[in-house]
């Protein structure tokens, strides 16, 4: 989606904080002794609290309002009776629908235990998701996002995940311009232009970098069962600096 008018911008910040409201009331009650379908709960009622629909669930039918990670599973986890523990590495994602606009977020995070390994894998993913975001200016090449992600992978000791990508997003969850790539494409030529808007979602990974699908036909998880961390934000290209909507 482009997006067009002040109109467009103002409802995509009202999707962008209902789904960053959501994610960050997630995380404050993602403890020991939680399981992952009651922490999905916390997340439906407070999209549903703000008017907003779960868009994975609205547009997939996907069996949950949010999607809930535990490593290795990196993306689509399906909330189930699985109970948080201590030092578990946890990824959540949140799209959501709110009057007709859509907005993508996610985190991850450790379950009540500080682990100076995964906060270094946390803090490099946060890192090249910032680098990546103020690399998506108008007027450049769509590639540069990718490049910018796979350059402070390693620069930090990390390897992206190949087959997980960002992509467009406005009036649909998965918009123009698909399959945002997380590393260098040099055969990309694609441009940025001004009002795309787009949900930029890093993955860094220990690992070889591929996903497999698990036999619920849903949860990705990394192909050697090795760590990775995702952090994700929905932006608006500007000529200058970009207008994050989930924050």
């Not at 591929?210 to 760590?227: A, F, N």
Request: with cysteine; hydrophobic share 40%; aromatic share 4%.
């Amino acid at each position: 989606m482009t997006a067009e008018s002040e109109v467009d911008i103002k409802y995509l910040k009202a999707a962008g904080r209902v789904v960053a409201g959501a994610l960050k009331k997630m995380m404050k009650h993602a403890k020991p002794g939680i399981t992952t379908a009651e922490l999905d709960n916390i997340g439906k009622e407070f999209l549903e609290k703000e008017g907003a629909k779960s868009a994975p669930q609205a547009m997939y039918d996907f069996p949950g309002a949010t999607c809930i990670s535990i490593s290795p599973v990196i993306a689509h986890g399906i909330p189930n009776e699985t109970i948080l523990k201590e030092g578990d590495l946890l990824n959540i994602d949140v799209s959501a629908e709110l009057d007709g606009y859509f907005a993508d977020t996610g985190a991850s995070m450790i379950v009540a235990k500080r682990i100076p390994e995964l906060e270094k894998l946390l803090d490099a993913t946060k890192s090249a998701l910032n680098k990546a975001v103020h690399a998506a200016k108008a007027g450049t090449l769509l590639n540069t996002i990718g490049k910018s992600i796979q350059d402070e992978a390693t620069r930090k000791g990390y390897g992206v995940i190949y087959d997980l990508t960002g992509h467009g997003i406005g009036h649909k969850l998965h918009d123009e311009p698909s399959n945002i790539h997380n590393f260098h494409n040099p055969s990309d030529r694609r441009t940025l232009h001004e009002g795309l808007v787009l949900a930029i979602e890093p993955f860094l990974t220990t690992g070889k970098g591929r996903v497999v699908e698990k036999k619920d036909g849903w949860s990705l998880q990394t192909i050697d069962k090795t760590i990775a961390a995702q952090f994700e934000h929905t932006i608006i290209v500007t000529k200058n600096e970009p207008i994050i909507l989930t924050l």
